[in-house]
């Protein structure tokens, strides 16, 4: 069952302590630290951690301006995220530790990984953004994105038209809407105006662990052949793999696939 842990830490400086609500469980490493996308919260991987043995240590946490976390200050910025991600594996003294990255949360998790902090054994970036970003990134689709969250009427657009290939339960569909709702104004604003748009490839080459890429055959978002030229040739160890018939929200769409590669990313750092 998992256990409800906080995280304090100081913000941007600040004397005052502020915590972030950490949810763990299971005992047998190296852990598994789950990193949402933008829109999601710690629990858009719910599908997938139960479908990990039991007894395999996962930590997830809401991203600043997200969720539980979205009462915590800004900056929301794409560095504040991989200074909270690294605060979180330091504080939690994990030994051993694997970043799964989502879309947004990979990205952060390329960052952090190239910090090279003790313990980390290995990444999972599942749909990630980039670190080179693709051209069709321009000022109008950025601002186009970054209203993609204003309403339920938008974010149900959004799981039609871009985020996913195969439809979700009502119950996945009603979370999705519920999650990217639940939200700060700056963070719903500060990725699709400014992260998605940062050159992160200087990072990207120090990742030193191994890299496994997952991508959804018919992802709009993070096609790809986007992580083909604009991610590969910048982590060239990286493995990537593809899960037919599914779109950018491999979590929900596709719990047992990605349950299955992390056990294989799990048996080769065993080995």
């Not at 915590?19 to 629990?43: C, D, K, M, Q």
């Not at 915590?72 to 979180?88: H, I, M, R, Y």
């Not at 694997?98 to 960052?111: A, I």
Request: charged letters at 20%.
């Amino acid at each position: 069952m998992a256990r409800a842990s906080a995280v304090r830490h100081v913000l941007g400086g600040s004397p005052v302590p502020r915590w972030i609500e950490v949810r763990s469980a299971g005992h047998t490493g190296p852990a598994l630290v789950f990193v949402h996308y933008w829109g999601g919260s710690a629990a858009t991987w719910d599908g997938v951690v139960g479908r990990l043995p039991a007894e395999q240590a996962t930590v997830r946490f809401d991203q600043r301006g997200w969720g539980t976390s979205r009462a915590l200050p800004g900056p929301c910025s794409l560095a504040q995220l991989a200074d909270d991600l690294t605060c979180v594996v330091e504080a939690l003294d994990l030994g051993p530790f694997v970043l799964v990255g989502h879309s947004m949360g990979g990205k952060v998790s390329q960052l952090v990984a190239a910090r090279r902090p003790a313990g980390l054994a290995g990444v999972m970036l599942v749909a990630p953004a980039p670190p080179q970003p693709p051209a069709v990134v321009t000022p109008e689709y950025r601002e186009g994105l970054s209203h993609a969250y204003d309403s339920p009427e938008s974010v149900g657009q959004a799981l039609d038209h871009a985020l996913t290939s195969i439809p979700l339960t009502e119950s996945l569909r009603a979370a999705v809407v519920r999650d990217s709702l639940a939200v700060r104004p700056e963070a719903r604003r500060e990725w699709p105006l400014r992260g998605i748009a940062t050159d992160i490839t200087d990072a990207a080459r120090a990742i030193e662990v191994p890299v496994t890429v997952l991508a959804g055959e018919n992802d709009a978002v993070e096609p790809p052949h986007v992580l083909r030229e604009h991610l590969l040739p910048h982590i060239p160890h990286a493995r990537l793999s593809t899960v037919p018939g599914v779109g950018h929200l491999l979590p929900l769409e596709a719990p047992d696939a990605l349950a299955a590669e992390l056990r294989s990313v799990m048996a080769r750092l065993g080995s």
